[in-house]
Structure formats: structure tokens, C-alpha cells
């Protein structure tokens, strides 16, 4: 790609219209004062590989991938960054200079950076942590906690079975509770992390008993419509730290701005408020 070149990024995914990444990323775009554009793109499963291999020769430098291809892709990469094969998807794919393709996952880098940015005094080691769920975020979520030095990870999630897998991917570090057993799961936790879609706008209420909810513990929602789910209104109102989900959507992205782009931006509250804004 020559000097003249605008580098070009993007997401891609089916539907990709509700993606608020080209708002974030076109925001930072017009802050830094940087050539260059992020583009959305949906493309369907069958033309994923043919989309894949043609996007550098267009000017493309990387690209989001979002639901339903984040699995799909890591076998159209070249290189697999151990994250990625970890949590067995990708979320920010980068071509680099010779042509190669490389995958990573971000998702386990954003949500640490916005539990320790939304309550500094977090600590991996202080107790057990909760996730309830076991999608492709829980998995994310699981191994950056492994990764940080919690030693337990309790999972509790509506199908036992895909709890039970992810104890056989991650190991003895995990404990796996049936989800009517969730509110037990609760009691000593001292993170506890929902990566379900209950409680988001338009779902199913989030109904987990929360009575043996520790007020000093933390407790997240990768939810962020509404801000303030009623997960983190129950544990704000038990005297619990609470952080809001909005912050791993933007510390996710960063890694791969900062590779297309050569900047690395910040996420502050002026970030915050672009992204809460209609």
C-alpha cells in the first residue's frame, strides 16, 4: 500500500446495521485528525471467505467481525494470536504487511480494561468469580479472569452441558453450577460478571436471586442497553461497586484502531457520552 493510500477498516458481519463500532471508530477517525475510514459490510456466510481474501486488494487494512462469523474466520487466518485460539473465535482481524492475515480476540483484553477502569480497586485474587452464560463472550470473559490469577470461575447457565464444556476447555479452575442454582453460585463471589442477554432491552428479565450478593464485591453487565441493568441496580442498591458493560464495547476496539490506524485512542467519558448519544 503506498504512502497516498487511505487506510480503510471495518466490520463485518449478518445483520450488521445495529454495530455501533463505525460510530466509534469514525468518532476516533475525526479526533485524531487521521485519514481513513471504517466502513460496515454485510456479508453472508457463503461469500465470507471470498470477502476475506479480496478486502487488501480494495485498500483494507483490518477489520471487526461480528456474529455470525467470529469462529468462521480464525480458519481463513494465517496466524492465530493464543487468545484467539483460546476462546476459539476472533474478533479483529489485521493484514499485514506481507499479505498474511492475522486473527485476534479482544474481547477478554476490553472487558479487563473496563472492570479495572470502573472499579480500580479490583482484585482477580480477592474470591471466587461468577459467569452466568457460556457464549462466545463467556468464553472470553473466563480466560482473561484465568489469565488475570482468579483461581475458581463459577459458570452457571441455562443448558448445564455448554457449562460442563467449558470446564473440560478450561480446566479444574472451574466450578459449574446448574442454573437453579445460579442464586447459590452468587454467595462468595467476589466478581460477578453476567454475559447472558437478560436484562437487555427488548429480552427476558434478569431474575437470578441475588440474596447472598457480598457487598464488597464487584459486579458487571456486558449488557449496556440499559446502562444500568437490573443486575447492577440489585447490586448497587446491596452496596456492591457495579460497572456498566458500555466500557468493554470501546476497550475492545482499541487494539485494533490503534494496528489499522497507528494511534492508540483513549476511551474517557467524552467517548462515553458520543457513543450514549441517538
Same mark, same amino acid.
Given at each position: 500500500?503506498?504512502?497516498?493510500? &487511505? =487506510?480503510?477498516?471495518?466490520?463485518? %458481519? ?10 466509534l471508530h469514525g468518532y476516533w477517525l475525526e479526533r485524531y485528525g487521521l485519514h481513513g ?29 461480528? &456474529?455470525?462469523?467470529? &469462529? ?51 482484585? =482477580? ?27 475458581e470461575v463459577r459458570i452457571s447457565n441455562r443448558t448445564r452441558a455448554r457449562g460442563d ?8 479452575? &472451574? ?5 437453579? #442454582? ?5 454467595? %462468595? ?12 432491552? %427488548? ?41 456498566? %458493560? ?5 476497550? #475492545?476496539?482499541?487494539?485494533?484502531? @490503534? ?6 485512542? @483513549?476511551?474517557?467519558? @467524552? ?8
Amino acid at each position: 500500500m503506498s504512502g497516498d493510500t &487511505i =487506510p480503510l477498516a471495518g466490520v463485518i %458481519g449478518s445483520p450488521i446495521a445495529h454495530s455501533r463500532s463505525p460510530k466509534l471508530h469514525g468518532y476516533w477517525l475525526e479526533r485524531y485528525g487521521l485519514h481513513g475510514h471504517y466502513i460496515p459490510m454485510d456479508i453472508a456466510h457463503a461469500d465470507l471467505a471470498n470477502a476475506v481474501k479480496t478486502l487488501p486488494s480494495l485498500g483494507f487494512v483490518g477489520v471487526n467481525v461480528t &456474529i455470525p462469523h467470529k &469462529i468462521s474466520v480464525l480458519g481463513l487466518a494465517d496466524s492465530v494470536s493464543d487468545r484467539a485460539s483460546l476462546i476459539g473465535a476472533a474478533n479483529t482481524l489485521t493484514y499485514q504487511s506481507d499479505g498474511k492475515l492475522h486473527a485476534d480476540n479482544t474481547d477478554g483484553y476490553g472487558f479487563l480494561e473496563n472492570l479495572r477502569s470502573g472499579a480500580p480497586d479490583w482484585d =482477580p485474587e480477592a474470591g471466587p468469580a461468577l459467569v452466568l452464560g457460556a457464549g462466545g463472550a463467556a468464553r472470553a470473559v473466563i480466560a482473561a479472569l484465568l489469565g488475570a490469577g482468579t483461581r475458581e470461575v463459577r459458570i452457571s447457565n441455562r443448558t448445564r452441558a455448554r457449562g460442563d464444556a467449558l470446564r473440560a476447555k478450561f480446566g479444574n479452575r &472451574i466450578a459449574v453450577y446448574d442454573w437453579v #442454582q445460579a442464586g447459590n453460585a452468587v454467595e %462468595g463471589a467476589a466478581t460477578v460478571v453476567n454475559t447472558t442477554s437478560l436484562g437487555m432491552e %427488548g429480552k427476558a428479565e434478569f431474575r437470578v436471586p441475588l440474596d447472598g450478593l457480598d457487598p464488597s464485591a464487584i459486579v458487571t453487565d456486558l449488557v449496556y442497553t440499559p446502562l444500568e441493568t437490573t443486575l447492577l441496580k440489585r447490586a448497587r442498591d446491596a452496596g456492591c461497586t457495579t460497572v456498566d %458493560g458500555l466500557g468493554m464495547l470501546l476497550h #475492545q476496539a482499541t487494539p485494533g484502531f @490503534e494496528r489499522w490506524f497507528g494511534v492508540k485512542p @483513549e476511551v474517557d467519558e @467524552e467517548t462515553r457520552r458520543v457513543m450514549l448519544e441517538p
